[in-house]
């Protein structure tokens, strides 16, 4: 059990079907973490924590504003101690956020008006706010922005082929994920790669990639929304325009339909008509099932192809999120498809979960990078509560 006397920050990671939270101490060390999931879509949530709670957290019609009183009054508050501060992880930032930032009513305005770019993330994000606002009046809030990391993307590839005019209106690539990349950079180098060419694959129920040269965003699958690039849970990554503008005919002109469809029955649960969680359809028989995760593999090596061309090479590959840290399959699958890029696949390796997934003697190396987003966001907090002071 946490020392209820010790002070304490907050980490809240609210994603598109999960919430995970962790209480860190003053040295970043974690005193209690658990996670949420199954959230939403008629699901069952279910929880798990650090100190072995689990079980169903929920009924099945719930959301993450049902969820999170409960999480804070049942879970957190009474291993909490004192909070000094509490972290958000925000999916999009837009053009005015590309750092982190405290929350105050302007700033959670700001967010507010995201939410059209990122419907299936935004809102959930806001009732995080709003629930540690009710459950811990008073304690200073902080928004760290998925969108900050590939802030320094070149224009020529965050801009789309359309007339300039749109991007001053903000119509550009932002990128995502760039909280989970920015754990990954910090670890190169105790992978030996602090410097050099490294493919990030951030894969959970959202999915994305980002090409990093010494650590620092050059390229990323995802774009203006948490829709683009790979295939996803629920969302079908990269499709034609063209697509689109047939698919809102189909539904009568419903923009509301087709953002439906794209957002919540799409990628791995739309192609396999079974589920969007990887772990259900690994262990199915059924063929749509095994032809959605073929699918998944060949979007995703499709995807590093670009990200390798953008960077003009690579030195390493590096896994991280649920599917990317626990699907030994989806690595295998993948590396088998990139030998002629020089990964040199280590199947032991692989099936033990080891750090390294590739040979000693491999002329590219490929590496399990656990996701820490929850760290990344604590050590921001402490930044921002130090420069108040």
Request: aromatic share 6%; with cysteine.
């Amino acid at each position: 059990m946490t020392d209820s006397s010790q002070e304490n920050l907050l980490a809240l990671n609210c994603g598109s079907s999960s919430i995970k939270f962790a209480l860190f101490d003053a040295d970043f060390q974690r005193r209690f973490s658990g996670l949420v999931e199954a959230i939403g879509h008629g699901q069952t949530p279910r929880l798990k924590t650090s100190e072995g709670d689990a079980g169903q957290f929920g009924a099945p019609d719930q959301v993450h504003a049902d969820v999170l009183p409960q999480l804070f009054t049942q879970i957190i508050l009474p291993r909490a101690g004192t909070i000094s501060g509490i972290g958000h992880r925000i999916v999009h930032g837009g053009e005015q956020f590309a750092a982190p930032v405290k929350i105050d009513s302007l700033v959670q305005a700001g967010i507010a008006d995201l939410t059209p770019l990122a419907p299936g993330h935004q809102p959930h994000n806001l009732a995080g706010i709003d629930a540690a606002t009710r459950a811990l009046p008073g304690v200073p809030q902080i928004a760290c922005f998925d969108t900050g990391f590939h802030a320094g993307i070149a224009t020529v590839r965050r801009e789309m082929a359309l007339p300039r005019s749109f991007a001053r209106d903000g119509l550009i690539r932002y990128g995502f994920h760039g909280i989970s990349y920015e754990h990954v950079a910090a670890s190169l180098p105790g992978l030996g790669l602090s410097e050099g060419r490294v493919i990030a694959c951030h894969l959970g129920n959202g999915c994305s990639i980002c090409g990093m040269a010494d650590g620092k965003s050059l390229w990323t699958s995802m774009g203006f929304t948490p829709l683009d690039g790979l295939m996803m849970g629920q969302r079908p990554g990269r499709l034609d325009p063209g697509a689109v503008l047939w698919l809102v005919e189909q539904h009568g002109g419903s923009t509301d339909a087709v953002s439906k469809l794209l957002y919540q029955q799409s990628g791995l649960l739309g192609v396999s008509g079974l589920s969007g969680d990887m772990r259900t359809l690994l262990a199915s028989k059924d063929a749509d099932a095994g032809f959605a995760v073929e699918m998944y593999v060949d979007r995703l090596v499709q995807e590093i192809g670009a990200a390798a061309t953008s960077l003009g090479g690579v030195d390493a590959l590096v896994f991280s999120g649920g599917i990317g840290e626990n699907a030994a399959p989806i690595r295998a699958m993948t590396l088998e498809k990139l030998a002629w890029l020089g990964f040199m696949f280590d199947p032991t390796a692989n099936a033990a979960g080891s750090i390294r997934l590739t040979t000693e003697d491999s002329p590219r190396q490929a590496f399990i990078v656990e996701a820490d987003e929850e760290r990344v966001i604590a050590q921001a907090i402490a930044r921002l509560l130090r420069q108040q002071v």
